[in-house]
């Protein structure tokens, strides 16, 4: 892996297809996935003894079923993603599980479908415990601990602290303990993830409150989880986490625990963002380029219904310029890049707080192709029908060939469910 990030200006191809190619024949806006991408962020992690995929990241049934080919396993974060797991191929049990169901609270489908299925729970609230014990007693279960810390690129992404709803506070251990012996279910597992961007001083931290909590639950932990929260590099000359170092922080911690329980401990890491958001390009249309005082905007087909992390986090996205007619040698100048929604915060060049930014890019023209790069994690999976904008399609690239995985929305789609009283 490349210590530092590069990012071109003009983006003509996407695993050895055209960027015009892929917007001719599925149009725009349209999500394009590249599985060799994938494969090569599951690679790099292959030190770990279970590599489970956050299938939150991107949750399209052809991207679920590549990570499945290539040795993973997957969590899931609601009954509807444990129906995508099974339908993706994953069966439930095994050594490490399949499936995880990682949640704060049983809602009643999710918790009978693990109940069914015997899928195994990591629980983020004592209740889960109480309420999976009472209907499902003699279950192994993880925990999910709230450190106390957090950390992340914006606050709402830090999944630890006070302020956060995740996990078991760790003050609550011992009365976790005390639930868990009261319905006869063992604790096999414990996670912590503590939010996304994660660097490597707060991952130490992360260690040695891991190794605090399994030495109060004891003998009977078999699994440890480093949660996800891999950064990767958004922005030019960013520097790659270090997956040598990360990994040896946590198999310090495991080494430390199979000493002292005298037995094998499986080191989990479950990572979403990092194995799918370098894979995801969203190309849109430029449909208007426009002066307003000092700005200039590109104006797109696509908006924060098709990507909204800028609109929610201020996250920032390389972006490229996919010229139409082919011409290549284009000057530069900073431009605002927005959407075509009736809201003032459809833009995709914004800072936290909706501070509206410049980039600088080609210049460019009606019809050529707008590039959004590094989307492939928390990008169609949060779009919304917002301004009644259908869904964009969704195309896997593999091998030179392009493959169409998820079809756009249709206007029939868009209304379907919904009736008038008469």
């Known amino acids: 892996m490349p210590t530092v990030a590069t990012f071109p200006s003009i983006r003509t191809e ?15 806006p ?14 790099d992690l292959r030190a770990f003894d279970a590599i489970r995929y956050a299938q939150k990241a991107n949750s399209n049934l052809t991207v679920v079923d590549l990570v499945r080919q290539h040795g993973a396993v997957v969590d899931s974060v609601s009954a509807g993603e444990i129906h995508r797991a099974f339908a993706a191929g994953f069966k439930p049990g095994g050594e490490p599980p399949a499936i995880v169901y990682t949640a704060d609270i049983f809602d009643k489908d999710s918790l009978d479908l693990v109940v069914k299925h015997d899928i195994h729970v990591n629980c983020g609230s004592p209740n889960m415990i109480d309420q999976l014990g009472e209907v499902a007693p003699g279950r192994n279960i993880t ?8 950390h992340g690129h914006s606050q709402k992404t830090n999944t630890g602290g006070d302020q956060s709803k995740h996990g078991i506070w760790h003050e609550q251990l011992d009365d976790c303990l ?9 604790v096999s597992g414990l996670h912590m993830h503590i939010g996304s961007g994660t660097d490597l001083e707060h991952l130490a931290q992360v260690c040695g409150s ?26 030019e000359d960013e520097s790659f986490i270090d997956i040598e170092q990360y990994f040896g922080l946590w198999d310090t911690t ?30 849109a249309e430029i449909r208007a380029v426009k002066t ?8 797109v087909d696509a908006g924060f219904n098709n990507l909204a992390r800028p609109i929610m986090y201020g996250s920032y996205h390389p972006i490229s310029i996919a010229p139409s007619s082919g011409e290549l040698d284009r000057p530069m100048h900073d431009v605002v890049v927005g959407g075509p929604l009736c809201e003032s915060g459809d833009i995709f060049t914004q800072e936290e707080g909706g501070f509206v930014a410049k980039r600088s890019l080609p210049v460019a023209n009606l019809g050529d192709y707008l590039v959004i790069e590094c989307a492939g994690a928390y990008g169609f999976v949060m779009s919304s029908n917002y301004n009644s904008k259908p869904m964009a399609a969704e195309v896997l690239v593999k091998d030179g060939a392009a493959h169409l995985v998820r079809e756009r929305q249709s206007y029939e789609d868009l ?6 009283p008469k």
């Open 14 to 28: 996407i695993g050895g297809v055209a960027v015009t190619e892929l917007a001719k024949q599925y149009g725009t």
């Open 292 to 299: 307003m005082g000092d700005n200039k905007f590109y104006v």
């Open 30 to 43: 349209t999500y394009v996935y590249d599985a060799a991408k994938i494969i090569e962020r599951l690679n």
């Open 415 to 420: 209304l379907r469910g919904e009736s008038i």
């Open 178 to 186: 005390r639930r868990v012996d009261r319905h006869g279910v063992c």
């Open 210 to 235: 891991m190794e605090q909590a399994a030495l109060e639950v004891g003998r009977t932990i078999t699994s440890i989880s480093a949660g996800g929260g891999l950064p990767i590099a958004y922005k």
């Open 254 to 283: 495991r080494k430390k625990l199979e000493e002292e329980f005298g037995h094998k401990i499986s080191l989990e890491i479950e990572p979403g963002r990092y194995i799918a958001a370098e894979s995801g390009y969203l190309i």
């Open 143 to 150: 925990l999910r601990i709230n450190p106390g810390f957090g």
